[in-house]
């Protein structure tokens, strides 16, 4: 038989996807989010770890001592600030170095050259960003509770915040992982801009500990929202209104979402 006696509702044609690829989207984020499920005693148990550990610090250096820290008992400020941390780390570390990895090890064909958008590619990274970083997130909190043994004050404020934090750090990790050439660059985004970032967004103290200065700047750092917002969700307190962290997490998701689009519309250093 030859090509030309192939009946007509046997022959080649492009597959449909309609306007989202949903099969597409669910394999990416899936693809990422099981790679770092893999090997969850790096990306899920040693931050818990740490974050006990940080804790357990704290306590001998305080001696017993009862000290309070933006209206709320220590331990109460602290902890959450932990897994705010952890939270967003993690959102950053999970898009950043498998960017990198595949970029270096040639696997980055796997998934421009399938058949995803721009769009589809960012969300589905953000997306995997997110859940790693809210499951992360969850375990230290596991992990925690002998330091805060007390339900969250308000879970759907709190589940809000660690999304919104996870996918922007990882919508960040994403862009420097695209930009970066080779281990040493991404690796001093972290060290040099993230790392810093976070610890002076609040983690540990409260920002009226800072000069007025230093505070002004502080505040319009994104990552202190999330620390904020997630301290609301956890004990009920926060410094800022919860709702104008929201628009202002939503509108930095939507900054970064457009600019990685952005650098996956061009091929930003991912073309042959």
């Not at 990422?32 to 790096?42: C, P, S, V």
Request: glycine residues 10%; aromatic residues 14%.
């Amino acid at each position: 038989m030859t090509p030309r006696d192939v009946p007509a509702d046997d022959a080649p044609c492009a597959r449909r996807f309609g306007r989202v690829s949903w099969i597409g989207l669910w394999t990416l984020f899936l693809r990422d989010f099981l790679r770092g499920l893999e090997i969850w005693k790096i990306t899920i148990a040693a931050p818990a770890l740490q974050s006990l550990l940080f804790a357990f610090i704290f306590q001998l250096a305080l001696g017993g001592v009862s000290v309070t820290m933006g209206g709320l008992d220590f331990n109460a400020f602290l902890v959450p600030g932990l897994i705010a941390y952890v939270v967003l780390e993690r959102g950053f570390e999970s898009t950043a170095f498998m960017m990198v990895y595949d970029k270096l090890e040639g696997m980055i064909t796997d998934v421009v050259g399938a058949p995803l958008t721009p769009a589809e590619m960012t969300t589905g990274f953000a997306l995997m960003a997110a859940v790693s970083a809210v499951l992360t997130g969850i375990a230290t909190w596991a992990i925690l509770l002998p330091f805060l043994a007390a339900l969250p004050a308000d879970p759907v404020a709190l589940l809000f915040f660690a999304f919104a934090g996870g996918s922007m750090l990882g919508l960040v990790g994403l862009a420097g992982g695209l930009w970066a050439d080779k281990w040493d660059h991404i690796t001093g985004v972290q060290t040099f801009i993230v790392i810093p970032a976070l610890y002076m967004s609040g983690v540990f103290f409260s920002l009226d500990r800072l000069p007025e200065a230093f505070r002004a700047v502080a505040e319009l750092n994104p990552a202190w929202y999330v620390i904020d917002g997630m301290r609301y969700g956890l004990t009920g307190t926060a410094v800022a209104d919860p709702w104008t962290g929201c628009v202002v997490l939503l509108a930095v998701n939507a900054a970064l979402w457009l600019l990685c689009w952005r650098l996956f519309a061009t091929g930003y250093k991912i073309k042959a």
